[in-house]
């Protein structure tokens, strides 16, 4: 169990953190006046560090490894996207993977200097996008020959160049060139230079199902595609195409460079793989109230909880605003003391409740832990993302960037 005398407050100088050893930085989104409510996400900046050393030993194996372009789109998974990226850049990583250019110039104006790769984020006719991804020196993936044009069309403007990679869609059927498309994008490519197409990725829609074939059956169009733009004068040479289950259980995507999101973060992208990954956060509250209940007696919004016996009710100040989801309620557990407690009622905006009864001792003050590890009086045991999203019907992905702006972030070491 963390003891709170290791969250020391933080301060300027933590933010910069050279001349400092950062213990703490400072919580984000959620100002620090809100970190009055014991409701925290700690992140722990070692497991990060960990897992990219993880990722790194497994890939050690090949004639070549492949370099690391961690992905920390949606707020690094919710980690807190500048704290993991300055965090990654110092251990070494190769590069970052972000989903929209906002994601980009965060990074950025965090101090980050690694290159850093935009997937997504052109929407609509509008160049500005374009003008962010020259100024901030990015690293745009392209799907579109519109793309080569509007951002060909700004660097002819100010007389640059520009790397880029083309996205091919092998069967993911979201963002990246069709079959159809490879020609039109070569022209859009020979009409301006100065787009320069050094790299050529794609997204693996089944990597982390147990059947490779699906998988393979991409890797083959991957090859196919990259053969036919060769034809049409397009040779890029920098190729890409695994997710953290791709890097873990599919060596033929592996290719020039792999792009693990979640397994950064310590979180398996399916199981039997990735055993040695720490997750990096966990969700913490305190019981605020306690009361006991008799038999027949019930709780919260709607009565959906009625007690079979004498129960003992905590509350705690954490609700599915905070990302403890309405969906957990009467059947999601949280840690107390290190034991296990069920979520008794339904979960509100601010405030949830448990059953403590067979908790003893518990009391208010008590440490409750909504994701993540607790060692107690009690024994010792951890709330997975997979535990939570199995009960919400979802995938871990989503349990990591469901907690919500409003729960402050703060970062650990070890
Ligand atoms: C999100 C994403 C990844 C990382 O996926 P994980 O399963 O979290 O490792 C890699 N590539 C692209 C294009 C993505 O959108």
Redesign the pocket.
């Known amino acids: 169990m963390t003891s709170p005398g290791a969250l020391r407050a933080p301060t300027d100088t933590d933010m910069d953190g050279d001349e400092h050893p950062v213990r703490v930085l400072r919580p984000r989104r959620a100002a620090p006046a809100d970190a009055v409510r014991p409701t925290r996400a700690e992140v722990s900046l070692a497991a990060l560090r960990a897992n990219l050393h993880v990722l790194r030993r497994h890939l050690s194996a090949a004639e070549r490894p492949p370099r690391i372009w961690g ?1 920390l ?1 949606a707020d690094g ?1 919710g980690h807190g996207a500048p704290a993991v990226g300055r965090t990654l850049e110092r251990a070494g990583i190769d590069g970052l ?1 972000v ?1 929209l250019i906002e994601e980009a110039v965060e990074l950025r104006e965090a101090g980050i200097r690694v290159p850093l790769l935009v ?1 997504g984020g052109y929407f609509g006719a509008r160049r500005d996008g374009f003008e962010e991804i020259v100024e901030r020196d990015l690293t745009p993936v392209l799907y579109d020959p519109s793309h080569v044009e509007r951002l060909g069309a700004v660097l002819r403007e100010k007389g640059r160049k520009k790397a880029v990679h083309v996205k091919v869609d092998t069967g993911m059927g979201r963002l990246g060139l069709t079959w159809g498309e490879l020609e039109p994008m070569a022209h859009a490519l020979g009409r301006f230079p100065e787009v320069r197409p050094i790299g050529l990725m794609t ?1 693996l829609a089944c990597a ?1 199902a147990e059947d490779p074939e699906p998988s393979r059956e991409q890797l083959r169009r991957f090859s196919a595609m990259r053969a036919e733009l060769r034809e049409q004068g397009v040779s890029p040479t920098f190729l890409h195409a695994a ?3 791709g ?1 873990l259980a599919l060596p033929e995507a592996h290719f020039d460079a792999v ?5 950064l973060y310590g979180v398996a ?1 399916r199981r039997g793989i990735g055993a040695e990954l720490r997750p990096a956060m966990r969700v913490r509250t305190e019981i605020v109230a306690l009361r006991t209940i008799e038999t027949g007696s019930a709780i919260g919004y709607g009565h959906t909880f009625r007690a079979a016996r004498r129960t003992v009710v905590a509350t705690v100040p954490m609700g599915y605003a905070d990302g403890l989801s309405r969906g957990l309620s009467n059947r999601g557990h949280v840690l107390v003391r290190g034991a296990r407690a069920p979520i008794a009622g339904a979960v509100s905006m601010d405030l949830a409740m448990i059953d403590v009864t067979d908790v003893p001792g518990a009391q208010i003050g008590d440490e409750v832990v909504a994701l993540g590890a607790q060692d107690g009086p009690l024994g010792k045991d951890c709330i997975t993302a997979d535990e939570v999203a199995e009960h919400l019907g979802t995938i871990s ?1 989503e349990v990591l960037t469901s907690v919500s702006r409003r729960v402050p972030r703060f970062y650990r070491e070890p």
């Open positions: 992905v789109k998974y993977c989903a997937m997204h982390d997710n953290s289950a890097t792009r693990p999101g979640v397994a992208p992905w």
